[in-house]
């Protein structure tokens, strides 16, 4: 009898956790786009102001040149042995 009391409560909550996520998922997915959407026009709006991000972009993208320009270490060229 506790068994079948066990699969019974296991498969209400199954079918509930089911119909909640019917209901949730397409409200927290359209809150997601919003969001996103809300960002991307923030990062690309063309209101007069360059976002400090591309400008950020810009400078790190300067210092990486930089970097890689400078000399790691030495070529060695190997021989193969026969």
């Known amino acids: 009898m506790v068994f079948l ?35 991307f026009q923030e990062t690309f709006s063309n209101d007069g102001q360059q976002g400090s991000r591309l400008d950020d972009l810009k400078k790190s993208r300067k210092k990486n040149k930089v970097k890689s320009s400078q000399k790691i270490g030495e070529y060695i060229d190997f021989e193969e042995i026969d």
């Open 5 to 39: 009391r066990t699969i019974l409560i296991i498969l209400l909550i199954y079918y509930l956790l089911k119909i909640l996520a019917k209901w949730l998922a397409p409200k927290f997915f359209a809150y997601l786009a919003r969001k996103v959407e809300t960002r």
